[in-house]
């Protein structure tokens, strides 16, 4: 069959229009087509005409490269922001090598409905049979050329505008458009940037607090002149401590260890893109994480004032353990800018027990508490800081990890199989904690325990998953529940079962720590003593849009790419209305991350 020529290139682009609206619509819930035709469809729609009038030869291969980038873009992003609850950017692009990915759950994350972006590969494929090479139309020169002068304009507006929020800027002034504007204001060095600094009294101040110096508190050198463990928790929140399903608790270890500790049930996350590498950066340094870019993608190598740093001045030998390659989140480099002196990730363990990740936390444990002894020898005083792994999403392990016999309704259901891994993580903890004490070591330690971040969250968690949530917590799932991590601090004759409601973040955890040792560190941090400030507020980037803050009475929900901001009472979660307080939160929350960005800058690459 002879095929046609003059191919008309008003079905490319009616095409492109109709994927693009079909994004819109999936994504941001837009219902004004007039945006979607004079926002987001002529940037992606002047990209399609470089590559018509640039492209000679092989003019159909050409087309079908770009409609599948595009198709590979909205499905990919489809998946993303089921996950994490935002919308991904040209940095994320930084994390597709990193085993921790959406990669890893794309199964459960997508589908059968979002592998209609690919569909027009179909109708392309009819096209290509039924024309011959495209030929350019004569006005279609004046068609690039008024896409071009539209979006120029478009992307102009977008830059007068800071970016609070990804997924909210990108629904306002389009998604390619809020790219641009990120790659410029990452080149200008404008992004987040502040040159404000602020005193540690002007800095509790703005939480809400009167200042004490730190050699003042009531709780400094409380724990002097211990040894530290320092245990961060794959996907451990706050609302399976103390809980039971069908009888059995689920976190029995630490429940027990709560009559020799001080718990702190009302503790945020406050990782961004790099999730756990970020709650690593943060406990370690004090300071925030950058939100949508993974803060170890960004290090410049440069030595932080870290904790492991601080510790070696006082005589301490500090050691980090992590089942993964030390490549996994670049921790090739993090290692070495926090300043262990010893790492052991999974090129040093056994090669035993591997599930997910690598060697199951019981090998993970075992390993680090044979180290010990050796270190002891080497060092007057020893840190050790140990990142568990086996609790990570899709939480998935072999029956002959599975503690818990859940009730039918929880079997091969997300929540059950989260609770199943929290169960594991929880035993291998205990089973740490007595060896410490079978040791000698436990009446001579201080231990922090806290979650890294959350792990029911996103679109894995489907409506029977929040029923089943409900019902196991007592009230419906909230963004407090998502949020809220435990964090214990125990050692032997230090604690007598003391639970504290007040406000904290991962960024407070280092400045407690230090306060305890009866240590000040020399340089500042955004974070404070737990134990000495009553009134908090915390800034977040991630999971929650731009802008959102954490205030000890109330929390705030900025405007996002679906949703309308919303305000929440702390105690009930309930929704109430914004005040004159609520805008002087969000001002002093962007103070806070802006200063934030400020200490951080010195480690980043320019």
């Known amino acids: 069959m002879k095929k046609s020529t003059g191919f008309p290139y008003v079905y490319l682009f009616l095409l492109l229009l109709i994927k693009v609206v079909a994004f819109r619509v999936l994504i941001f819930d837009t219902k004004s087509l007039a945006s979607i035709v004079f926002i987001e469809f002529p940037m992606w729609a002047m990209v399609l005409a470089i590559v018509l009038m640039s ?5 159909w291969l050409a087309i079908g490269i770009y409609n599948f980038l595009v198709s590979v873009i909205f499905f990919t992003i489809t998946l993303y922001i089921r996950y994490y609850s935002t919308v991904p950017s040209y940095y994320d692009l930084q994390q597709t090598t990193q085993s921790g990915s959406v990669g890893n759950t794309i199964m459960m994350l997508s589908n059968p409905f979002d ?33 071009a002068v539209v979006c120029i304009g478009t992307t102009v507006y977008a830059l007068k505008h800071p970016i609070i929020d990804v997924s909210y800027f990108a629904k306002e002034h389009g998604y390619l458009q809020s790219q641009v504007v990120q790659l410029y204001d990452r080149a200008d060095e404008k992004a987040h940037a502040s040159s404000d600094r602020l005193s540690a009294k002007q800095l509790e101040a703005l939480k809400g607090n009167e200042f004490v110096e730190v050699k003042n508190q009531d709780t400094f050198g409380l724990a002097q002149d211990r040894h530290l463990f320092v245990i961060q928790v794959e996907s451990l929140q706050n609302f399976v401590i103390g809980k039971s399903v069908n009888g059995q608790e689920i976190t029995p270890n630490l429940n027990r260890l709560l009559s020799e500790s ?208 409900g019902e196991f917590i007592g009230h419906p799932y909230s963004l407090k529940d998502q949020f809220t991590i435990p964090l214990i601090f125990t050692g032997g004759n230090l604690f007598h079962g003391t639970q ?88 002093d929350t962007d103070t806070l991350l802006n200063y934030g960005d400020l200490l951080l800058k010195p480690y980043l690459e320019d």
């Open 262 to 469: 001080a718990y702190f049930s009302n503790v945020f996350q406050q990782i961004g893109a790099g999730t756990t590498s970020d709650a690593e950066w943060i406990v370690n340094t004090g300071l925030h994480a950058q939100g949508m870019i993974p803060t170890v993608n960004s290090l410049n190598g440069k030595e932080v004032p870290s904790l492991a740093r601080t510790l070696k001045q006082y005589g301490y030998g500090s050691a980090t353990y992590h089942a993964d390659e030390v490549t996994f989140w670049n921790r090739d480099v993090l290692y070495p800018v926090l300043s262990y002196e010893e790492v052991y990730t999974s090129e040093e363990m056994p090669k035993e027990k591997e599930v997910g990740f690598g060697p199951a936390d019981e090998v993970v444990f075992d390993f680090a508490a044979k180290q010990l002894p050796k270190q002891l020898d080497a060092y007057n005083r020893i840190y050790s800081n140990i990142v568990t792994v086996t609790s990570h999403t899709p939480f998935v392990l072999p029956e002959d990890m599975q503690a818990l016999d859940l009730p039918e309704a929880y079997e091969d259901m997300y929540v059950g199989n989260y609770l199943q891994s929290i169960r594991y993580a929880d035993e291998q903890i205990g089973a740490f904690v007595q060896e410490l004490k079978d040791q000698g070591l436990y009446d001579q330690s201080l231990i922090a325990i806290f979650g890294d971040h959350s792990g029911m969250h996103g679109s894995l968690v489907t409506e029977e998953d929040q029923a089943l949530l």
């Open 115 to 147: 592998f209609l972006f690919f569909l027009d590969a179909v109708l392309l494929a009819v096209f290509m049979r039924k024309w011959d090479k495209p030929s350019q139309p004569r006005s279609f020169k004046w068609i690039a050329a008024s896409l």
């Open 500 to 587: 504290m409601d007040r406000l904290g973040g991962q960024v407070d955890i280092m400045p407690t720590i230090l306060a305890l040792l009866g240590i000040e560190h020399e340089e500042p941090m955004i974070g404070h003593n737990l134990f000495q400030y009553e009134k908090n507020l915390l800034g977040m980037r991630y999971y929650m849009p731009g802008g959102s803050f954490i205030q000890s009475e109330q929390l705030y929900k900025a405007p996002g790419a679906r949703l309308p901001a919303a305000l929440y009472d702390m105690e009930s979660m309930g929704k109430r209305g914004k005040n004159s307080e609520t805008k002087k939160h969000i001002r």
């Open 55 to 59: 492209v000679k030869k092989r003019t």
